[in-house]
T-cell receptor
Framework: QKEVEQDPGPLSVPEGAIVSLNCTYS??????FMWYRQYSRKGPELLMY????GNKEDGRFTAQVDKSSKYISLFIRDSQPSDSATYLC????????????FGKGTHLIIQP | DTAVSQTPKYLVTQMGNDKSIKCEQN?????MYWYKQDSKKFLKIMFS???????INETVPNRFSPKSPDKAHLNLHINSLELGDSAVYFC??????????FGPGTRLLVL
């Protein structure tokens, strides 16, 4: 079983819809959770990060973590065509200079 | 100002050559990383450097060697390039060893 599982999509939704992106992970040692957005031919851009179970909101974005289920989600409200990108979940163990373990990314398309 | 920068942006070279990719960060971060993103867009850690000391080294061929002249720079040297080395290489940096900030990437194509 891979450490982080993420549906690669593509996920296509109409403009204005609520988007739900998800990842599951297998190792309970992971302590912090991030979402990155990557536009084509660009570097990953940090969107959200959280350490604990529950919700964290930032504008139109909400990150949700359920450590008991090892499940993380990113919700995008009022989706815009400019949100079209690949969304990568990333998780880390903390406490040292470990790299992040990334999901394969979900390709999101917002149709105008 | 660009926070994490990489040069070159594109690199096309022949098999067997030796090449380097440079990375610089102006964020004052202590830890820098190299990641490889393959053709399926899968992003995987290669190296990290903390205060000029190699902290982790994943199962990467020893043809790849990171070199850090100072805290703000982490360069990647690749010897005897192979076709399978073609990928996008991303540099990243972190202050707290958790949130990481990525550069724009270097697209390497080995012919």
């Amino acid at each position: 079983q891979k450490e982080v599982e993420q549906d690669p999509g593509p996920l296509s939704v109409p403009e204005g819809a609520i988007v739900s992106l998800n990842c599951t992970y297998s190792n309970s040692a992971f302590q912090y959770f991030m979402w990155y957005r990557q536009y084509s031919r660009k570097g990953p851009e940090l969107l959200m990060y959280t350490y604990s179970s529950g919700n964290k909101e930032d504008g139109r974005f909400t990150a949700q973590v359920d450590k008991s289920s090892k499940y993380i989600s990113l919700f995008i409200r009022d989706s815009q065509p400019s949100d079209s990108a690949t969304y990568l979940c990333a998780i880390g163990k903390g406490g040292g200079a470990d790299g992040l373990t990334f999901g394969k990314g979900t390709h999101l398309i917002i149709q105008p | 100002d660009t926070a994490v920068s990489q040069t070159p942006k594109y690199l096309v070279t022949q098999m067997g050559n030796d090449k380097s990719i440079k990375c610089e960060q102006n964020l004052g971060h202590d830890t820098m990383y190299w990641y490889k993103q393959d053709s399926k867009k899968f992003l995987k850690i290669m190296f990290s450097y903390n205060n000029k000391e190699l902290i982790i080294n994943e199962t990467v061929p020893n043809r790849f060697s990171p070199k850090s002249p100072d805290k703000a720079h982490l360069n990647l040297h690749i010897n005897s390039l192979e076709l399978g080395d073609s990928a996008v290489y991303f540099c990243a940096s972190s202050r707290d060893q958790e949130t990481q900030y990525f550069g724009p990437g270097t697209r390497l194509l080995v012919l």
